[in-house]
């Protein structure tokens, strides 16, 4: 599709997440308690799956790597795995507090999800925790996977990015260098830098991650 057609995909309230299909075909929007999913190239849309709670804000939808599901996830305490072919719901995962985030593994065998607190490791089939960890001090606000599915990076309020060790959740490496709280955290697609942003202002590229060995 050439940059110069842009689609416009209306909604009924203020829309704080999407994320596009692996293929590109797809995007899945999450505006108050709705997820829709929308046809890119004919800007139609395919269809909206109901099952958060009534007044819920979603604040995360992502795609799993090959297509096969969509995870939502909101103030709720709720995630939700839905089958993105079909849009019926395949799976819940009830969380302590409201989810920030949900992350899938590269090769869609697991899913992390972020709460103010904590985060979990789960199996997308079977609905198992596999490993959690709870943080004590500062609200976690972001998780993101390491391309090669070994590591999870996090941020949150206590300006720390923490690199955590997948299968136990445990503390590997802990960046610092910001002055306020994070924002968001990017893998570099080769899995040997983190970016971070925060309200502070800054955009740090934490060097200090592919010195080390993992």
Known sequence: ?????????????????????????????ASSNIISV?????????????????????????????????????????VIIWNAKTGQEWLRLPQRAQVT????????????????DAISVWDPDSGILLASYHQNIGLIVCSVWSPDGCHIASGSTN?????????????????TGHKNQLTCCSWF?????????????????????FKRSL
Not at 42 to 71: D, N, Q, R
Not at 101 to 116: F, K, L, M, N, Q
């Open 1 to 29: 599709m050439p940059l110069s057609q842009i689609r416009h995909f209306p909604h009924d309230s203020s829309v704080l997440w999407c994320s596009w299909s692996p293929d590109s075909t797809y995007i899945a929007s």
């Open 38 to 78: 929308w046809n890119v190239f004919k800007g139609s849309l395919l269809f909206s799956f109901l099952g958060h709670t009534s007044g819920t804000s979603i604040f995360t939808c992502e795609w799993s790597p090959f297509g096969v599901f969509i995870a939502s996830g909101g103030d709720d305490g709720q």
């Open 189 to 209: 697609p080769d899995g040997t830098k983190i970016a971070s942003t925060s309200v502070d202002g800054r955009s740090e590229n934490n060097q200090d991650f």
């Open 159 to 175: 300006r720390e990015v923490i690199l955590w060790k997948h299968n136990t959740i445990t503390e590997h490496l802990i960046f």
């Open 101 to 116: 985030s949900c992350t899938w593994s590269p090769c869609e065998s697991r899913i992390a999800v972020t709460t103010d």
